[in-house]
Nanobody, 111 residues
Framework: QVQLVESGGGLVQPGGSLRLSCAAS????????MRWYRQAPGKQREWVAT???????NYADSVMGRFTISRDNAVSTVYLQMNSLKPEDTAVYYC?????WGQGTQVTVSS
């Protein structure tokens, strides 16, 4: 049974930071490309960042330079470090490894 469990969301002020985690089980994590997505209220889910099995990374333009995706294969976990957060980053954040999704974690950026 595949499980992707996100954690680390919360309420943060503009300019603040959060680190999201996604713990995977039921998959051979080390060979999987992992992705973070987000969905804001009333909007479609959008891709945020990708990390390949070899550690290569890609980012959406909207988060480039502010967010960092990383992975720790020893604990089957992918991370998303989010810095310089903006109100428009408010969304539910999901990790995914095709075709599986986590349940999401809410990030709210507000003063």
């Amino acid at each position: 049974q595949v499980q992707l469990v996100e954690s680390g969301g919360g309420l943060v002020q503009p300019g603040g930071s959060l680190r999201l985690s996604c713990a995977a089980s039921g998959i051979v994590f080390s060979i999987k490309t992992m992705r973070w997505y987000r969905q804001a209220p009333g909007k479609q889910r959008e891709w945020v960042a990708t990390i390949t099995s070899g550690g290569g990374t890609n980012y959406a333009d909207s988060v480039m330079g502010r967010f960092t995706i990383s992975r720790d294969n020893a604990v089957s976990t992918v991370y998303l470090q989010m810095n310089s957060l903006k109100p428009e980053d408010t969304a539910v954040y999901y990790c995914g490894s095709s075709p599986y999704w986590g349940q999401g974690t809410q990030v709210t950026v507000s003063s």
